[in-house]
């Protein structure tokens, strides 16, 4: 049978991706192992593209006759999935996808795009009635009752390339929070992906510090940051000014007509060590007739970025939400406890974004090249399974 299937999927991602050392060597902690890394690897993997990422889910699948056009070589139970993951070193898999996206670079996968950001922003995950990890941290009802535990990572993704590629994730447990771990996730990030990556940041208005703006500095990178009532002056100046005046640039973005407002001589504050501050404001018509409206600041010099290029990074906050939690959440089983320990959860965030890397770079750029459209996430996923469905053949002699 012609077109994607898993077979020709683990192709790509071991020669063209360059994974086949990652398979090789994924960084396994077991003793005396039986069953071949890469056969629990890939089936987790391919578990995750087809939907299917609960262990026992992932079972049924080795378990039965499709396995043979899984690309798996043995099958085994759920229990060996829960012992692999809690010990398989997370750093073998966080340096295969930054491998994995500076491949993707250097093949041209983001050449349609000007410049490449990196977004970072925090969720939760995998509720529960009761701790039982050091990841763990108790959530309270509307009555202020402690009700269970859940999970709270950072995850940090490329955006504004039109392909959202999340790809590491730092996990934050009792006593921590999103801001702190958001800044180790950004320092390993670029660590691991190099300086030149990435052009920009783009965040929420919590992490809009001088701290924290300087230390994206730091790294090479310009940042781009909502701007909200935890810096009054700089936004009570920046209201003043813009609702004031007529919007100086209009442009339509879809069907949606856009006004912005955009000056660069706004005054740091004390803290921050920045000569002036670029403020953007832009107003959004739907057709609908609600109106949306944001402030950003930026320290992207008007020369280089224009208000329209702004406000197409300030919009791609909204990628690592749309293409990043909710698609990983409600299709690829990012909020399901597969085994309730620390390692185990870690690894599985992290080959969820694995998975959603190699699906997407296959899906948008390879299974596109030359005339070919563009399939969509189900198209692929509906025939991936019909290639598990081979024809048999019935003895009728």
Partial sequence: MKGPSPRRLWKYATRRLGLKPYFRSPGDGRLRPQIPAHALLWALLIGH??????????????????????GVSAAFGDDALGYF?????????????????????????FDDSR??????????????SAAACPLCRPWRNAAGQVAGCRHHFTLISVVGTGLSLPFDVEPYGPGDSEYAAGQRLLRRAV????????????VDGEFATAPFLQAVGALGLHVVARLKANLPALLEAAQRRFRSQ?????????PDRVEVWDADDFDPWETLRWETVRVIFYRQHPPQGNVIEAFWLTDFPTRRVSSRS???????????????????????????????HANSLLVGWLLTLLALTIERLYRLRYLHRGTHRVRTAIELVRLLWLSLARPSFTDTS
């Fill in 49 to 70: 593209v087809l939907r299917q990422y609960a262990f026992h889910a992932v079972e049924a699948l080795v378990r039965s006759p499709a396995r043979r056009w899984l």
């Fill in 85 to 109: 993951t809690e010990r398989l070193n997370p750093a073998s898999t966080r340096a295969a996808l930054a491998a994995t996206l500076r491949r993707a670079k250097r093949n041209k996968a």
């Fill in 115 to 128: 410049f490449i950001g990196l977004a970072v922003d925090g969720t939760t995950v995998g509720r529960t």
């Fill in 191 to 202: 660590g691991n992906l190099g300086v030149r990556f990435a052009d920009y940041l783009v």
């Fill in 246 to 254: 007529p919007p100086p640039t209009t442009f339509w973005d879809g």
């Fill in 310 to 340: 702004l406000y197409r990074m300030a919009k791609s906050r909204w990628e690592i939400e749309n293409q990043g939690f909710n698609d990983a959440k409600n299709r690829h089983g990012l909020q399901h406890i597969c085994r309730h």
